[in-house]
């Protein structure tokens, strides 16, 4: 079945360093790409998201390329802040599924 | 414009005792979503509906959980008899029609049983 992983937490970056965040998945299909970030005693809120290959979702400084050769999408962000501390939650869905989510990487950012 | 409803935010209640949590999602969803997360599983989805019905319910963990929605505009989701290892963070989440649509999350309830 459709799968994502996603690299294994906590990092812990420097105030304006660069943020990466791996994620590939398994599907089948073309499924939809999605990534999601979890504030402390938050629900989930979508962050961004590609529908299609070669697809760039961007928001708040944060991006991820929709790479169909490699089944990845990695979650990239040029210089982080303290505020971006937070669970962030690769996800797919192949359409006729419900989300598939991984399991979440801590991102703590120290001024 | 309101975002998906939860309530209680905190429950805290003894073991055997019927715990009651409920939603409300964004107004125009047609899709509703129960997740369950937890630090050792993470996040699960527990079950999902969609126009009211449910739809696929085979994340409930046991007969101890039921869900209902009884209307467009509410949602529950029930244990009884509740346990210790119920103890989690449930999310409910709503989304337009279609399984790939983003889905809006609720801040939860943070479930303790004693």
């Known amino acids: 079945g459709d799968s994502v992983t996603q690299m294994e937490g906590p990092v812990t970056l420097s105030e304006e360093a660069f943020l990466t965040i791996n994620c590939t998945y398994t599907?089948?299909?073309?499924?939809?790409l999605f990534w999601y970030v979890q504030y402390p005693g938050e629900g989930l809120q979508l962050l961004l998201k590609a529908t299609k290959a070669d697809d760039k979702g961007s928001n708040k400084g944060f991006e991820a390329t929709y790479r169909k050769e490699t089944t990845s999408f990695h979650l990239e962000k040029g210089s982080v802040q303290v505020s971006d501390s937070a669970v962030y939650f690769c996800?797919?869905?192949?359409?006729?599924?419900?989300?598939?989510f991984g399991k979440g990487t801590r991102l703590s950012v120290i001024a | 414009d309101a975002g998906v409803i939860q309530s209680p935010r905190h429950e805290v209640t003894e073991m055997g005792q019927e715990v009651t949590l409920r939603c409300k999602p964004i107004?125009?969803?047609?899709?509703l979503f129960w997740y369950r997360q937890t630090m050792m599983r993470g996040l699960e989805l527990l079950i999902y509906f969609n126009n009211n019905v449910p739809i696929d319910d085979s994340g409930m963990p046991e007969d101890r959980f039921s869900a209902k929605m009884p209307n467009a505009s509410f949602s529950t989701l029930k244990i009884q008899p509740s346990e210790p290892r119920d103890s989690a963070v449930y999310f409910c989440?709503?989304?337009?029609?279609?399984?790939?649509?983003?889905?809006?999350f609720g801040d939860g309830t943070r479930l303790s049983i004693l």
């Open positions: 599907a089948t299909g073309y499924p939809s």
């Open positions: 107004s125009g969803h047609n899709s």
């Open positions: 989440a709503s989304s337009l029609t279609g399984l790939d649509q983003p889905q809006h």
């Open positions: 996800a797919l869905s192949s359409g006729n599924t419900p989300l598939v």
